[in-house]
């Protein structure tokens, strides 16, 4: 019987936490493109940050409030910033996670793009 007992409970946290999972699901990919004009004259594409991908490795805290501003478009971010360890820099520093040199694999968004991504910066309208 009070096996019972725990495993309802168990499957009740269980679905209790993917739930909470699924009720953040709209916040999928972000799009950083408030810096569109001076990523389009370095030739670089503008930001798709996998924000899916980070979260399921960190927990919220990690990033909000103390790295990233938990509002759209609040965080100004740019290249001095993460080369000098701030910002994404704080792990994209080649000992948490690779180093900022490989532009592509954060400049990665294409034209087009939009199922599951959504886009906080409408700073400059494309
Ligand atoms: C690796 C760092 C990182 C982690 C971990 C992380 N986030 Fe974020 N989050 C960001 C960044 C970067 C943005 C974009 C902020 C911007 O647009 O300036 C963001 C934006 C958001 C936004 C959008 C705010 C808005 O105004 O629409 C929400 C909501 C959010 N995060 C929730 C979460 C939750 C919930 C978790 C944990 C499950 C989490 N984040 C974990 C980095 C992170
Ligand atoms: C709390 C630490 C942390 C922060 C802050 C962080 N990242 Fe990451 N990021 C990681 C780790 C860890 C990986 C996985 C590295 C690996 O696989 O070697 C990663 C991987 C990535 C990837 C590759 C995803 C994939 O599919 O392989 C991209 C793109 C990325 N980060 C962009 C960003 C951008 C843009 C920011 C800032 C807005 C940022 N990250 C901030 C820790 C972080
Ligand atoms: C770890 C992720 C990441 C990597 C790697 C990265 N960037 Fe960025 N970059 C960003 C983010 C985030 C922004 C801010 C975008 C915004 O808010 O509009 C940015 C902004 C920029 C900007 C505009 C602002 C500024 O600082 O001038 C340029 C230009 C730029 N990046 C060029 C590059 C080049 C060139 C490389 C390769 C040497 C590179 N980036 C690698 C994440 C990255």
Known sequence: M????????????YSFLFL??????EYGDIILNSKAESMR???VNDVMFPHWFHRIRFKCKVCHEDIFILKAGANDINMSLIMNG???GKCH??????????????????????????????????
């Open 86 to 88: 701030e910002k994404c």
């Open 20 to 25: 909470a999972e699924f009720s953040f699901a």
């Open 2 to 13: 009070k096996i019972r007992i725990l495993i309802g409970l168990l499957l009740g946290l």
């Open 93 to 126: 520093n080649g000992i948490i996670a690779w180093e900022p040199l490989y532009c592509e694999r954060c400049h990665s968004w294409e034209p087009g793009w939009s199922p599951g991504v959504v886009q906080y910066s409408k700073k400059i309208a494309k």
């Open 41 to 43: 004259k370095a030739g």
